[in-house]
């Protein structure tokens, strides 16, 4: 039962543009979401993290989005870097647990 | 440099053979875990630990054991290693829930 879902496995945006990766969840209890960055040959790398009492948090390029009612949440990339190119994971914590989704490949090209 | 070191990078082992993956953090984090990642399976948590003494299982806790005797390191042990352990895995450290984890580098093992 996959409590953290990436429903697309790949993406590929223009550089410049903007990126959005999606994530759905089905536990309500989840009370932080994250977001980390996965280059090949490394561990992954946290991004930017949100609290389920909020609808948005900003960090630079970086904007991730909580809808509770639709139990979504998107990770919006504004502008587009070919060094964004990696797979990003959406997670979601609750008692001291931290799920994972199944990431989704970004490819930023010029 | 804050980190996570785990070791090794690289083991092949044979069917059997007991072996341990080492994990030490230098961030004085509370929270570690370990994960492993398989293709098409995202990342899924072994073990985790909130404290010294402390820990819980994940996800999928079958054929592991953790330790947590000091706060820097968490090892992760194999009594018995199988074919179907073959997977990369990572070793993670937090200063607490909702904060982002630290990930190591990463072990990749496979077991003949």
């Known amino acids: 039962d996959q409590q953290v879902k990436q429903n697309s496995p790949s993406l590929s945006v223009q550089e410049g543009r903007i990126s959005i990766l999606n994530c759905d969840y089905t536990n309500s209890m989840f009370d932080y979401f994250l977001w980390y960055k996965k280059y090949p040959a490394e561990g992954p790398t946290f991004l930017i993290s949100i609290s389920s009492i909020k609808d948005k948090n900003e960090d630079g390029r970086f904007t991730v989005f909580l809808n509770k009612s639709a139990k979504h949440l998107s990770l919006h990339i504004v502008p587009s870097q070919p060094g964004d190119s990696a797979v990003y994971f959406c997670?979601?914590?609750?008692?001291?647990?931290?799920?994972f989704g199944t990431g989704t490949r970004l490819q930023v090209f010029p | 440099e804050a980190q996570v070191t785990q070791n090794p990078r690289y083991l092949i082992t044979v069917t059997g053979k007991k072996l341990t993956v080492t994990c030490s953090q230098n961030m004085n984090h509370e929270y570690m875990s370990w994960y492993r990642q398989d293709p098409g399976l995202g990342l899924r948590q072994i073990y985790y630990?909130?404290?010294?003494?402390?820990?819980d299982k994940g996800d999928v806790p079958e054929g592991y054991k953790v330790s947590r005797k000091e706060k820097r390191n968490f090892p992760l042990i194999l009594e018995s290693p199988s074919p179907n352990q073959t997977s990369l895995y990572f070793c993670?450290?937090?200063?607490?829930?909702?904060?982002?984890?630290?990930f190591g580098s990463g072990t990749r093992l496979t077991v003949v």
């Open positions: 630990s909130m404290n010294v003494e402390v820990t």
């Open positions: 997670a979601a914590s609750v008692t001291d647990k931290l799920i």
């Open positions: 993670a450290s937090s200063f607490s829930e909702g904060h982002g984890y630290t």
